[in-house]
């Protein structure tokens, strides 16, 4: 047994840690199984979640992820502010291209996409606000592990890299280059590595214009408009150059 699962606290995280995107809904014995606590203390959990909102019961007897988890989640300072601040340059970023806009910080050797806009002509995608992948697997990902510790980008590297579509660079000697590359570039298209039906234009967000990339600005267009991404580089610094500005007018009036 886990030192998590030895104490309360533990069981609860270990409870709501069976639930994602792949499982919205479980029963109470998918809970136990995938926690892998005794029936008896699953129930006692997920009993007290449910009494605090954490957890909501559906009419077929599934539970599923409460709303009360949302609203504590949604007021995560690192990711409230930087949207607060984003979103006003996301909108005139879609006004200006009708295409998906993303906002993704990362976390560890992850990206978390906080933010997205999405028109209803605009080409589906496979991430939403919250969903996590490897930081080397998308567009976004790869600029902020340009940017991140060398510890990471090692980590990164030397681990395997999944193949999402046929076209990922999964060659770490290739990678590495491509990092170099949004360095000295500031802007990186990112063609078709996390689906075949999407291409990626992706650039960092600074705390300021010289401060500490603290978030990825992407704008994701159908593969076969890919011939538009050329044209979507500066419409896109220029977003990214106004949140920098702004998180850095911010840093300086709270310093």
């Known amino acids: 047994m886990s030192t998590t699962r030895s104490t309360a606290a533990g069981k609860v995280l270990e409870v709501l840690s069976t639930f994602d995107r792949e499982r919205r809904s479980q029963t109470l014995s998918e809970i136990a199984q995938r926690a892998g606590l005794a029936l008896s203390t699953t129930h006692r959990v997920v009993t007290e979640l449910a009494g605090w909102g954490a957890l909501e019961r559906g009419e077929d007897g599934s539970w599923y992820v409460g709303l009360r988890l949302w609203e504590i989640a949604s007021g995560c300072p690192r990711s409230q502010i930087l949207r607060d601040v984003a ?16 906002l993704a910080v990362r976390e560890g050797t992850e990206l978390v996409f906080v933010e997205r806009i999405a028109g209803h002509r605009s080409v589906e995608l496979v991430t939403m606000v919250g969903s996590r992948f490897p930081v080397g697997s998308t567009g976004m990902g790869r600029v902020l ?5 060398r510890e990471v980008q090692e980590e990164v590297l030397e681990s395997p890299l999944r193949a999402w579509t046929p076209y990922t660079v999964t060659d770490p000697r290739t990678l590495r ?7 000295r570039e500031q802007v990186f298209v990112s063609d078709r590595q996390l689906s075949e039906s999407t291409v990626a234009v992706a650039a960092p967000v600074r705390i300021g214009r010289t401060g500490p990339v603290s978030a990825a600005l992407g704008i994701v267009i159908a593969a076969r408009g890919a011939n538009r991404a050329s044209g979507l580089r500066e419409p896109l610094l220029r977003a990214a150059y106004g949140i920098s500005d702004e998180l850095g007018r911010r840093a300086r009036t709270t310093a």
């Open 87 to 102: 979103l006003p340059f996301m909108q005139d970023l879609y006004e200006a291209t009708h295409e998906n806009i993303q």
């Open 177 to 183: 280059a491509q990092l170099d590359r949004i360095r």
């Open 145 to 149: 592990l340009a940017y991140a510790p």
